[in-house]
């Protein structure tokens, strides 16, 4: 079974300008879930999806927003870039998501704003 | 919400030594908890996990403890190895009043096995 999937795995952007991050769960896997990972925050929780419902949300300004498709794919995007939203971002996919499903992390996205 | 703290942030010690991280958190409501692996450039991993009706779970040198009175969690690592090197993060589910699925993690652990 192929593992969960990020594109792209690098960008590089200016500050101001948008960008999109795609996340591909392990097929069968119903829920996403989106983390931004910086050295000084560590891992901290955007957004979860489940069949195409954002369930849950962290403490991240509305300039992150997202998505889900009926194939369970998934979708971050990042409006009017900060210097500080340089980070990895990471998806996770996990079959229900409810306590004690495991949730697989993909690759991960590094974003840099310039 | 949920809120988790990790110690030490940093640990180094001698190949064969055991390694114990400690973590602790604030909603009672939590009932999972799991630990994850980070090497170097790599994605986090999980290792192992607890979920709050057991007090003790191992898996070969790794093992998990939890104190749901105390609020408190420990991974233990026996007989560590150059290869056990690594980022560590506890975590647990976000009680929430119900919702399900998100972990917050800890700030995570450094740790360094000398050979």
């Known amino acids: 079974k192929a593992g969960v999937t990020q594109t792209p795995r690098y960008l590089i952007k200016t500050r101001g300008q948008q960008v999109t991050l795609s996340c591909s769960p392990i097929?069968?896997?119903?829920?996403v879930s989106w983390y931004q990972q910086t050295p000084g925050q560590g891992l901290q929780f955007l957004f979860e999806?489940?069949?195409?419902?954002?369930?849950n949300k962290g403490n991240f300004p509305g300039r992150f927003s997202g998505r889900q498709f009926s194939n369970s794919r998934s979708e971050m995007n990042v409006s009017t870039l900060e210097l500080g939203d340089s980070a990895l971002y990471l998806c996770a996919s996990s079959f229900v998501s409810g306590p004690g499903d495991e949730q697989f992390f993909g690759p991960g996205t590094r974003l840099t704003v310039l | 919400g949920e809120n988790v703290e990790q110690h030490p942030s940093t640990l180094s010690v001698q190949e064969g030594d055991s390694a114990v991280i400690k973590c602790t958190y604030s909603d009672s409501a939590s009932n999972y908890f799991p630990w994850y692996k980070q090497e170097l450039g790599k994605r986090p991993q999980l290792i192992i996990d607890?979920?709050?009706?057991?007090g003790e779970k191992k898996d070969q040198r790794i093992a998990v403890t939890l104190n749901k009175t105390a609020k408190h969690f420990s991974l233990h690592i026996t007989e560590t190895q150059p290869e056990d090197s690594a980022v560590y993060f506890c975590a647990a589910i976000d009680g929430n009043g119900g919702s399900q699925g998100n972990l917050i993690f800890g700030k995570g652990t450094k740790l360094s096995v000398k050979p």
């Open positions: 999806y489940f069949s195409e419902t954002q369930r």
């Open positions: 607890i979920r709050s009706n057991v």
């Open positions: 097929s069968g896997h119903r829920s």
